[in-house]
């Protein structure tokens, strides 16, 4: 079955401290994976894909098929960081219409 | 361009009743896809419309369908509503099923008494 496990509901962080927001999958083929952001009162959007291997907003993530993980990282977390971030896998070379979204972690990043 | 619209926002119906969600695509996409996001979840795909056609479906009952107009607006249609419906509907367009990224509407919300 393809999964995709976000294991921190909630991540508290302080501004300038390096962040890490967890993302496991299990699923057929290889995927394309994709982080999406919500930040208040906005609609969700597109934060970096992994075949772009772009830094966005400070924002990197690794691809470990190994361990089939996309872990998103930032050296220095903003507030302005602080939003639900959700991990999303989709088929290669497929649609991104049908995405498997994790059930997201909540970053605070604290002044 | 006022970018993905979806109407209502909130909405409230009794079990067994029907629903009916609208979804204006973004400007310049022709591809149109629902998702349903309960309380505390990441949103679930159900379907996915192209050329006025379904072309892709997550696991979702049959109470659960889908049109796509000449314009590239959508609706989403829920009959025999359950309490478990209750949930914030997704609209989200592209340009390109294949590669395009997904732009989201601010979502209705649906609340099932």
């Known amino acids: 079955a393809q999964r995709v496990t976000q294991p921190e509901k909630l991540l508290s962080v302080f501004k300038g401290a390096p962040v890490e927001l967890k993302c496991n999958y299990s699923?057929?083929?290889?995927?394309?994976l994709f982080w999406y952001v919500q930040y208040s009162r906005q609609r969700l959007q597109l934060l970096l894909r992994h075949i772009s291997r772009e830094s966005i907003k400070g924002f990197t993530a690794d691809l470990n098929k190994g361990e089939t993980s996309f872990h998103l990282k930032k050296p220095f977390a903003q507030e302005e960081d602080s939003a639900m971030y959700y991990c999303a896998p989709a088929p290669m070379g497929g649609s991104q219409g049908n995405l498997i979204f994790g059930k997201g972690t909540k970053l605070s990043v604290k002044p | 361009d006022a970018g993905v619209t979806q109407s209502p926002t909130h909405l409230i119906k009794t079990r067994g009743q029907q629903v009916t969600l609208r979804c204006s695509p973004k400007?310049?996409?022709?591809?149109v896809s629902w998702y349903q996001q309960a309380l505390g979840q990441g949103p679930q795909f159900i379907f996915q419309?192209?050329?006025?056609?379904?072309?892709q479906r997550g696991n979702f009952p049959d109470r659960f369908s889908g049109h796509q107009f000449p314009n590239y607006s959508s609706e989403l249609n829920v009959n025999a509503l359950l309490l478990g419906d209750s949930a914030l509907y997704l609209c989200a367009s592209t340009w390109d099923r294949v590669t395009g990224e997904l732009f989201f509407g601010e979502g209705s919300r649906l609340t099932v008494l």
């Open positions: 400007s310049g996409h022709d591809t």
């Open positions: 699923y057929s083929g290889s995927p394309e």
């Open positions: 419309y192209y050329e006025e056609e379904e072309r």
